[in-house]
Nanobody
């Protein structure tokens, strides 16, 4: 059974860096994409950064230059390094994974991911 387990959330001050991690269990598609999403309260979950098995990376515009997504395939870990976070980015961050069919354009869309973690809360104070 596939499991995604996020960790590393917490409370930080605006401008301080934080890294969240996602451990994957039993997810072994050779063609995959993985993505970090964030959700505030009952709002729609939005894609932040994605990476696929070809190493291609996509970022949501507002985080470009500040957030970095990376993957350790040997350890089956996905990371999101977040720099210069702002209070409005306080959210629950979710890790998602899915089989990639080598088609682009939907890498940051929740609908294409079939496996989800339970999320980790990130609180950003001014």
């Amino acid at each position: 059974q596939v499991q995604l387990l996020e960790s590393g959330g917490g409370s930080v001050q605006s401008g301080v860096s934080l890294r969240v991690s996602c451990a994957t269990v039993a997810f072994g598609h050779p063609n995959y994409y993985m993505c970090w999403f964030r959700q505030v309260s009952e709002k729609e979950r939005g894609g932040v950064a994605s990476i696929n098995s070809d190493g291609e990376i996509f970022y949501e515009d507002s985080v470009k230059g500040r957030f970095t997504i990376s993957v350790d395939n040997d350890k089956r870990l996905l990371f999101l390094e977040m720099n210069n976070q702002q209070p409005e980015e306080e959210a629950k961050y979710y890790c998602a994974a899915g089989r990639w069919f080598k088609v682009h354009g939907d890498d940051l869309k929740a609908s294409v991911y079939t496996h989800w973690g339970r999320g980790t809360q990130v609180t950003v104070s001014p």
